[in-house]
């Protein structure tokens, strides 16, 4: 069975807390109730998609809602 897919909110709150608030990936867990691995999944889908590894500029920030959409 497939698992399910987290909503968008959820995914720019995981890269939000990510980019901007520098949080660690366990801190990303505890805080949106999303088991590590989930976590780093979607941060590695991210950084395949070409955004920043580090800080969050409006230009990437558009990058991933454009991505994202």
Do not use: H
Request: positive net charge.
């Amino acid at each position: 069975m497939e698992a399910e897919r987290l909503s968008m909110r959820t995914i720019k709150e995981i890269l939000r807390l990510k980019w901007e608030n520098r949080f660690s990936n366990t801190q990303i867990a505890l805080s949106c109730n999303i088991a590590r691995s989930t976590i780093r999944s979607y941060l590695e889908r991210e950084v395949k998609r070409g955004l920043p590894l580090r800080g969050c500029c409006p230009n990437a920030r558009s990058k991933a809602n454009r991505t994202m959409l």
